[in-house]
């Protein structure tokens, strides 16, 4: 009888030692497909062409404020005269974030501006875009337009092209006129030559309150 019971002790334990060896090797594994997903993630190398080289942009200069009274499209009179293009050969841009958040919908306030961000090129020039024009709506109402002149060094690196390094802009806009409830933001880079206005990467949706 303590021959069996000896016997059966030594083998649960044993089996009890497999165990837990399996589980650090789990764990290891775990770990290691983490480091390795982090790391990928962190690594402007890596993104593709559905993200922007880097969402934290310099705010400096800072942004401009506009409200629709005051937009002006430099080489038009009138929003009719741009030939609005929703597809391209190439990318062109990224419209980043509404006030530092890159959801895809994004409460916004009344009574404040409303601050958005980004970049923009115009991909068959190899320079960046006169302006970037900001519209809601299926007719392309605009909303605000903004200047084109931060400094965006992660997209002339990526893009591998230094006249790219002040691609970026941002602008605040008043959303006091705006419809209420919940509209979607577009982002277009405007070709003041040429009069087109292509539209750049994400959209964002806000909901004024």
Known sequence: MKSYVSYFSKNRTNSLGKKMIRLQELLYTSTSLLSVAIILTACPNNQTATTSPNSAV??????????????????????????????????????DAVNGSNAAKVEVS???????????????KGRPADNVI???GDNNIVVAVATVNVERPDVAKVL????????????????????????ILK??????????????????EITIN
């Open 134 to 136: 900001i519209t809601y």
């Open 110 to 124: 009344r009574t404040n501006p409303t601050n958005i961000y980004g970049w923009a090129i115009l991909a068959n």
């Open 160 to 183: 591998n092209n230094s006249a790219l390094a002040n691609s970026g802009w941002n602008i605040n806009f008043e959303t006091s006129t705006l419809p209420e409830g919940s509209i």
């Open 187 to 204: 982002a277009w880079a405007y070709d003041s030559e040429t009069k087109e206005a292509t539209q750049l990467t994400n959209t964002r």
């Open 58 to 95: 310099t705010t400096t200069p800072l942004p401009q404020t506009e409200s629709l009274a005051s937009v002006n499209i430099p080489g038009v009179t009138n929003v009719g005269e741009i030939n609005f293009k929703t597809t391209s050969t190439g990318v062109q841009g990224f419209f």
